[in-house]
């Protein structure tokens, strides 16, 4: 079931929202209707991630019991090692398969084709996280298993994130009724983020799966340049639109997620970049990767280490595949280059220069990240680089440059900027400011409360275009 869907939002989300606002047990509310969510797309299992959700309730609270360091360090990698296996298993095991058997075809081994149970690299996270967290202390273990189990299957950030940390929401958790006075302010996250989703991801996406999907032979320079724009548009605001229709929809639960993107267009570096973009996941490999492995206290070699450790594992965190591979060392090489002396260099450049030069890395490396292969990937920026073939876009793509189409782009590339905020503060918008009710990690300097004149004609204009398209998932779906 997709947040950008009429089932969802007719059918689903008012009748959920009445039993949650009336029952008098919000926790089992939530849950029920979360199982229901999963169940919906995928069935049996909704059986191994409780499974899971058991392992590690139990787990934690035995670490919080356990007084000797070993044995608390024992469990901990005990449950670590199971959450990973089970992640291993179903996202990795076709891939080493498919290797190994490249590389010893001798070895004769069964084709291994798992269906990949939707959210496991997020839930799998989460699960991590919480269970870390417990052995550092840091909160403590959750008494209740419905408590605990609503957590990982709320089902505004159960597929695709935001990674939301059980610290962030455990007083909400337990809040005897949870506030739901940010009606107003869920509602707007959610309708923002069905917009960059309906209007400008799902109206590109064609222009990136034509060039991507074309032949060697077939692809021209300006058809290439067409399509990681429009690439670039697409998974940024597919995957931003869902952070904030998760957001919104937390809100209207009563549950406060942390932001998950800030205009990462907009960074002069790729360093910035990883600030801004897919906060949450960011945030997470520092905590739990490279700070543990030392971060950069212990020498340069060690920093180097670290920092390729940690890409390494985010580019197979995004997919198992030799592409997503060499695009997470692909962003590794440019932070250690601007740690090592190119971001000093980046400060003194004007912000201009900078500025190309980010979104340019960028957007070579969308294209490791969406080609099919590595080869693809490769031959796709030879095209982009060959001037000398310079020649107007083949005649599919420029059939799809519609109006509709170039209204997209346009709208892609102006509020890919933080030109909302901009226009929300020129048209006098009120703003939020944080409270404990409305933490700071949302929006550290207030949130705009924008206009109906805004936000009405972005729902109607999504809901009419929802009702003659078809299904079309979430990009993240897939990781």
């Known amino acids: 079931m997709l947040f950008?869907?009429?089932?969802?939002?007719?059918?689903?989300?008012?009748?959920?929202?009445?039993?949650?606002?009336?029952?008098?047990?919000?926790?089992?509310?939530?849950?029920?209707?979360?199982?229901?969510?999963?169940?919906?797309?995928?069935?049996?299992?909704?059986?191994?991630?409780?499974?899971?959700?058991?392992?590690?309730?139990?787990?934690?609270?035995?670490?919080?019991?356990?007084?000797?360091?070993?044995?608390?360090?024992?469990?901990?990698?005990?449950?670590?090692?199971?959450?990973?296996?089970?992640?291993?298993?179903?996202?990795?095991?076709?891939?080493?398969?498919?290797?190994?058997?490249?590389?010893?075809?001798?070895?004769?081994?069964?084709?291994?084709?798992?269906?990949?149970?939707?959210?496991?690299?997020?839930?799998?996270?989460?699960?991590?996280?919480?269970?870390?967290?417990?052995?550092?202390?840091?909160?403590?273990?959750?008494?209740?298993?419905?408590?605990?189990?609503?957590?990982?299957?709320?089902?505004?950030?159960?597929?695709?994130?935001?990674?939301?940390?059980?610290?962030?929401?455990?007083?909400?958790?337990?809040?005897?009724?949870?506030?739901?006075?940010?009606?107003?302010?869920?509602?707007?996250?959610?309708?923002?983020?069905?917009?960059?989703?309906?209007?400008?991801?799902?109206t590109v996406a064609p222009l990136a799966d034509h060039a991507f999907n074309l032949p060697a032979a077939g692809l021209a320079p300006t058809t290439a340049w067409l399509g990681a724009l429009a690439y670039t548009l697409q998974i940024y605001f597919d995957f931003c639109g869902y952070s904030n229709m998760a957001i919104g929809l937390a809100f209207l639960l009563g549950f406060t997620f942390p932001k998950n993107f800030d205009h990462p267009y907009v960074s002069r570096s790729l360093t910035e970049f990883w600030r801004r973009w897919h906060i949450s996941l960011?945030?997470?490999?520092?905590?739990?990767?490279?700070?543990?492995?030392?971060?950069?206290?212990?020498?340069?070699?060690?920093?180097?280490?670290?920092?390729?450790?940690?890409?390494l594992l985010t580019g197979l965190w995004h997919g198992a595949a030799w592409n997503f591979i060499a695009w997470g060392l692909y962003h590794g090489g440019f932070l250690l280059l601007e740690r090592f002396g190119l971001g000093k260099a980046l400060k003194r450049t004007p912000r201009v220069v900078a500025h190309a030069?980010?979104?340019?890395?960028?957007?070579?490396?969308?294209?490791?990240?969406?080609?099919?292969?590595?080869?693809?990937?490769?031959?796709y920026w030879r095209t982009m680089v060959d001037l000398r073939a310079v020649q107007a876009p083949d005649i599919a793509l420029r059939l799809q440059l519609n109006n509709e189409v170039l209204a997209a782009l346009a709208a892609g590339c102006v509020f890919a900027m933080p030109v909302l905020p901009w226009l929300a503060a020129r048209l006098r918008a009120p703003r939020l400011t944080p409270s404990p009710h409305l933490p700071a990690r949302l929006d550290t300097h207030g949130v705009h409360v924008l206009s109906a004149t805004l936000l009405v004609p972005g729902l109607v204009l999504s809901l009419a275009k929802l009702a003659g398209s078809s299904l079309n998932p979430f990009l993240y779906f897939r990781f």
Request: hydrophobic letters at 55%.
């Open 4 to 202: 950008s869907s009429i089932i969802f939002i007719f059918y689903f989300l008012p009748v959920f929202l009445l039993g949650y606002y009336l029952s008098g047990w919000r926790t089992g509310a939530l849950l029920t209707g979360s199982v229901i969510f999963y169940v919906w797309g995928e069935g049996a299992y909704v059986l191994l991630l409780g499974a899971l959700i058991l392992a590690n309730w139990s787990a934690a609270r035995a670490i919080e019991k356990a007084q000797a360091p070993r044995a608390r360090r024992a469990l901990l990698t005990g449950v670590i090692v199971l959450d990973l296996a089970v992640l291993g298993v179903f996202k990795y095991a076709g891939f080493l398969a498919d290797n190994l058997d490249a590389l010893l075809p001798g070895l004769g081994l069964p084709e291994v084709d798992l269906a990949l149970p939707l959210g496991i690299s997020f839930f799998t996270f989460q699960l991590i996280s919480y269970v870390a967290d417990v052995h550092l202390r840091a909160v403590p273990a959750e008494r209740g298993l419905a408590r605990f189990a609503a957590y990982i299957l709320m089902f505004p950030h159960l597929i695709a994130g935001p990674i939301v940390r059980y610290a962030n929401i455990r007083e909400e958790l337990h809040a005897e009724r949870r506030r739901t006075g940010h009606v107003g302010l869920g509602l707007q996250y959610f309708i923002v983020g069905l917009s960059q989703k309906v209007l400008v991801a799902n």
């Open 282 to 311: 960011s945030s997470w490999f520092r905590d739990y990767v490279y700070i543990p492995l030392g971060g950069n206290r212990a020498g340069r070699l060690k920093t180097v280490r670290n920092l390729l450790v940690v890409f």
């Open 357 to 379: 030069y980010a979104l340019l890395a960028v957007l070579f490396g969308w294209v490791l990240f969406r080609a099919n292969s590595l080869g693809d990937a490769l031959h």
